[in-house]
């Protein structure tokens, strides 16, 4: 039984620092496409924030997002899964991260919003590192206050916290956010929290997809570098962690590949797909 579906993850795993994706590495997915394969991006990303050197590879069909909070058919961008945040839960998720000063953005319909005025204050006043600013380069819409959002009743997909500027403030917001129940924490950095519902992973993003495409957990091979990756390594039959990934990734995949600034992607998807 062959490989028919693709999964991988992007920061990390194909790109390198947040952006590049090395010519090996587009290569292999370019070919991968070629021979059939179903070439599906599944990223703690918005829609908005996939690459479009990513989406323009042959076999893009479907696109895994926000951590596995969206399944989008592709070009379309037509959702076809979602497991979002209630908006009750939402209100008491913002009335803790208030007490914070932090940059917060909310995942919602495969866009990204956040306060006007916030990306500045970022880089000006909160600490943003400059090499992490490419994460502040989304497709945003700004609203006066969050309070907006909730007035509309939009659940989101995800609240991201992209940077914490210190490790005991990472830990007690984390703290506090498990403490509220229903949620899934997850990091993919060690400097940020990314929220989900509870039921939302890449995982159960995956299954929802190949069971809608008939395809065997058997036919499907991930590939991954971090916590939010664990649970679709664990559903598919070949799942792979690039050398430099988290103990828990690396811990779960029954192979292991080079890291990912040594094209270790690429290895895998030569090594087990072409």
Not at 246 to 274: C, I, M, W
């Amino acid at each position: 039984m062959g490989i028919r579906l693709l999964a991988f993850d992007l920061d990390g795993t194909a790109l390198t620092e947040h952006k590049f994706l090395s010519e090996r590495n587009r290569q292999s997915l370019l070919r991968a496409g070629e021979k059939g394969v179903l070439v599906t991006p599944a990223s703690g990303r918005v829609l908005s924030f996939l690459p479009q050197e990513i989406l323009a590879l042959p076999n893009v069909r479907w696109a895994i997002t926000s951590n596995g909070a969206g399944v989008y058919q592709m070009p379309e961008k037509r959702p076809v899964w979602q497991s979002l945040i209630s908006m009750e839960r939402a209100r008491k998720i913002q009335q803790i991260l208030e007490d914070y000063p932090i940059h917060i953005e909310y995942y919602l319909g495969g866009n990204v919003v956040t306060k006007a005025g916030s990306l500045q204050r970022a880089k000006e006043e909160l600490g943003f590192p400059k090499e992490k600013w490419s994460l502040l380069e989304k497709d945003y819409s700004f609203v006066a206050s969050f309070e907006e959002l909730f007035q509309k009743e939009l659940p989101p997909e995800k609240i991201n916290l992209p940077y914490l500027p210190t490790a005991k403030m990472q830990q007690e917001l984390w703290n506090r956010l498990e403490n509220l129940g229903e949620l899934r924490l997850t990091s993919s950095a060690p400097d940020n929290i990314e929220i989900n519902a509870a039921a939302s992973h890449k995982g159960a993003a995956l299954a929802a997809l190949c069971e809608r495409l008939s395809i065997a957990p058997e036919e499907v091979m991930a590939i991954g570098d971090n916590g939010n990756d664990v649970t679709m390594l664990e559903f598919a039959g070949y799942s792979v962690a690039v050398a430099d990934g988290s103990p828990e990734a690396l811990a779960v995949a029954k192979y292991h590949t080079g890291a990912h600034t040594e094209d270790g992607f690429a290895q895998a998807v030569e090594r087990f797909v072409l």
